[in-house]
């Protein structure tokens, strides 16, 4: 509430009068109309304090910004300059309220007015800002772009690995300029690098970066750094939920990539109690009488999968949680009609899950041989084996659906048995996930409905055989068991 009274006062005292005065003219208006812009994006009382000290003086006779000032006397305007002692003094109590660095969250949007107050160069243009004293800068912050033109920053590895070409002047890029020399230097003086991904007017600070080293393209003789980005959890710096969560998934994805003893063994000497990180995220004001509306229609059932609520909350009502089918974030209306009431799985579902088509085979099992199919010419994979089934349809249970599949392909019964194994395999217009169970037959003779061939293969002879590349993981994992029963 401060800065906005501190605000109305700078326009109520100075901008005002001065844009509305008849007699004053454009160029001028123009000048304050450009600093009303400027004012009018501080968040704190402070950094506006901070600016309005730049006017503390009385510019000198002869200086440029003194014809301004005079203008302003003649015309019996209050100026800035008028201003900046009274300002403090009304709004002592909250001068000291300035920006720090420690405000700025990692995964957060600011804009260029944003980060050019807080360097205090009330420039929006630049792409590099240089905080505090040279040598030993606070912080360096970039704003990097992204679109094509001549020097295109690169994201050699998404947000992790940054390719940003240094300041140039006319074409000419020197290490040595001031700003590339503090980049440069950076390491020496422990100087943590802020970068900013600038899209449109958004500046989205995507984390703190370290110089790595600097290359050179003698053929259109440009430069560029190399930049690493530090992990979030490293930095003790405030993240969005989003950063939080694309932190863990590195991290889940850089330990998949090590060798099992490797990770097993840090695993041993890894500490117990987790370190801590300060997460913030904002959210929306939720309707109360749209979430009671969604959840009595539902009457207990997930709308999306259309079973039972799983468990009671402790009121002993059945918990579902009130989705939006448009999300809020994107412009979507906080109303019965754009809500649903769905189960903790198909909510974590609706958020995360990838999309893929779901398919339900079948490992038909007769002591040690297994039910194959052949599929037809006109499936576009003549020739090849498979493990029955088909595709999840609708809400269907998967037990369901594989029994559904197998009696409109074979004809037969079959008793859906325990969970085996899943395969992910991508094609050009679809990723498929196959999801595998054991199963016996109960009757039936087999028809062939939807395929060339059906044998019962001995489990030891099934790489006799060519699969579907889906169906291969089923066959190695089959005969790793089989070689193993054996011994």
């Given at each position: 509430?401060?800065?906005?009274?501190?605000?109305?006062?700078?326009?109520d005292?100075v901008e005002d009068?001065?844009?509305i005065?008849?007699?004053?003219?454009?160029?001028?208006?123009?000048?304050?109309?450009?600093?009303?812009?400027?004012?009018?994006?501080m968040k704190?009382v402070?950094?506006?304090a901070?600016y309005?000290?730049?006017?503390?003086?009385v510019?000198?006779v002869?200086?440029?910004?003194?014809?301004l000032?005079?203008?302003?006397k003649?015309l019996?305007?209050?100026?800035?300059?008028?201003?900046y002692?009274?300002?403090v003094t009304?709004?002592?109590h909250?001068t000291?309220?300035?920006?720090?660095?420690?405000d700025?969250v990692?995964?957060?949007?600011y804009s260029?007015?944003?980060?050019?107050?807080?360097a205090q160069t009330?420039d929006?243009?630049?792409g590099?800002?240089?905080?505090g004293?040279e040598?030993?800068?606070?912080?360096?912050?970039?704003?990097?772009?992204?679109?094509d033109?001549k020097?295109?920053n690169?994201?050699?590895?998404?947000?992790d690995?940054?390719?940003?070409?240094m300041?140039?002047?006319k074409?000419v890029?020197?290490?040595d300029?001031?700003y590339?020399?503090?980049?440069?230097?950076?390491?020496?003086?422990k100087?943590?690098?802020?970068?900013?991904?600038k899209v449109?007017?958004?500046c989205t600070?995507?984390g703190i970066?370290?110089?790595?080293k600097?290359?050179h393209d003698p053929?259109?003789?440009?430069?560029?750094?190399?930049l690493h980005?530090?992990?979030?959890?490293?930095?003790d710096k405030?993240?969005t939920?989003?950063?939080y969560?694309?932190?863990?998934s590195?991290?889940?994805?850089?330990s998949?990539r090590?060798?099992?003893?490797?990770r097993?063994?840090?695993?041993?000497?890894?500490?117990?109690a987790?370190?801590?990180?300060?997460?913030?995220?904002?959210?929306?004001?939720?309707?109360g009488?749209?979430?009671?509306?969604?959840?009595?229609r539902?009457?207990?059932?997930?709308?999306q999968?259309?079973?039972p609520?799983p468990?009671?909350r402790?009121?002993?009502?059945?918990?579902?949680?009130?989705?939006h089918?448009?999300p809020?974030?994107?412009?979507?209306e906080?109303?019965?009609?754009?809500?649903?009431?769905?189960?903790?799985?198909?909510?974590?579902?609706?958020?995360?899950?990838?999309?893929?088509?779901?398919?339900?085979?079948a490992?038909?099992?007769?002591?040690?041989?297994?039910?194959?199919?052949?599929r037809?010419d006109?499936?576009?994979?003549p020739?090849?084996w498979?493990?029955?089934?088909?595709?999840?349809e609708?809400?269907?249970s998967?037990?369901?659906?594989?029994r559904?599949?197998?009696?409109?392909?074979l004809n037969?019964?079959?008793?859906?048995?325990?969970?085996?194994?899943?395969?992910?395999?991508?094609?050009?217009?679809a990723?498929?996930?196959?999801m595998?169970f054991?199963?016996?037959h109960?009757?039936?003779?087999?028809q062939?409905?939807?395929?060339?061939e059906?044998?019962?293969?001995?489990i030891?002879?099934?790489?006799?055989?060519?699969?579907?590349?889906?169906?291969?993981?089923?066959?190695?994992?089959?005969?790793?068991?089989?070689?193993?029963?054996k011994?």
């Open positions: 509430m401060d800065i906005e009274q501190a605000i109305q006062y700078v326009f005292e009068p001065a844009l005065h008849p007699l004053l003219e454009k160029e001028y208006k123009n000048k304050v109309t450009r600093s009303k812009t400027l004012v009018h994006r704190k402070g950094d506006l901070r309005l000290k730049r006017f503390e003086k510019p000198p002869g200086d440029p910004k003194r014809k000032y005079d203008r302003f003649s019996g305007l209050k100026t800035y300059e008028d201003l002692s009274e300002f009304t709004f002592a909250a000291d309220d300035v920006t720090v660095l420690d700025f990692i995964g957060q949007d260029s007015w944003d980060i050019s107050i807080f009330y929006p243009q630049p590099i800002y240089l905080i004293s040598p030993n800068f606070k912080a360096i912050f970039i704003k990097a772009t992204f679109s033109g020097y295109p690169e994201w050699i590895e998404k947000y690995v940054l390719k940003y070409y300041k140039s002047a074409d890029f020197n290490p300029h001031k590339n020399r503090s980049i440069i230097n950076s390491p020496k003086y100087t943590p690098i802020y970068v900013f991904e449109n007017t958004k600070l995507k970066y370290q110089y790595v600097d290359e053929s259109i003789d440009s430069r560029w750094f190399i980005k530090v992990s979030s959890f490293e930095t405030i993240v939920q989003n950063e969560e694309h932190e863990v590195k991290q889940v994805d850089i998949k090590r060798i099992k003893e490797e097993r063994s840090r695993l041993q000497n890894a500490a117990k987790p370190d801590t990180v300060t997460v913030t995220s904002k959210q929306f004001v939720r309707n009488d749209v979430i009671v509306e969604v959840l009595e539902a009457k207990g059932v997930c709308e999968c259309k079973k609520a468990f009671l402790k009121d002993l009502t059945p918990y579902l949680e009130v989705h089918i448009k809020l974030a994107e412009g979507g906080d109303t019965v009609e754009n809500a649903i009431a769905i189960c903790p799985n198909c909510h974590r579902a609706a958020h995360h899950a990838a999309e893929v088509v779901t398919v339900i085979a490992v038909v099992m007769d002591a040690r041989k297994v039910l194959i199919t052949k037809r006109e499936d576009g994979t020739g090849l498979e493990f029955p089934g088909g595709k999840l609708g809400s269907e998967l037990e369901r659906c594989l559904r599949e197998i009696k409109e392909e037969i019964n079959i008793k859906v048995r325990k969970y085996f194994r899943e395969s992910v395999f991508q094609t050009e217009k990723t498929y996930r196959i595998a054991f199963a016996k109960i009757n039936g003779d087999i062939l409905n939807v395929h060339d059906a044998k019962w293969v001995d030891a002879d099934l790489n006799q055989y060519s699969f579907l590349p889906a169906d291969v993981t089923f066959v190695q994992e089959l005969q790793k068991r089989a070689s193993k029963t011994h």
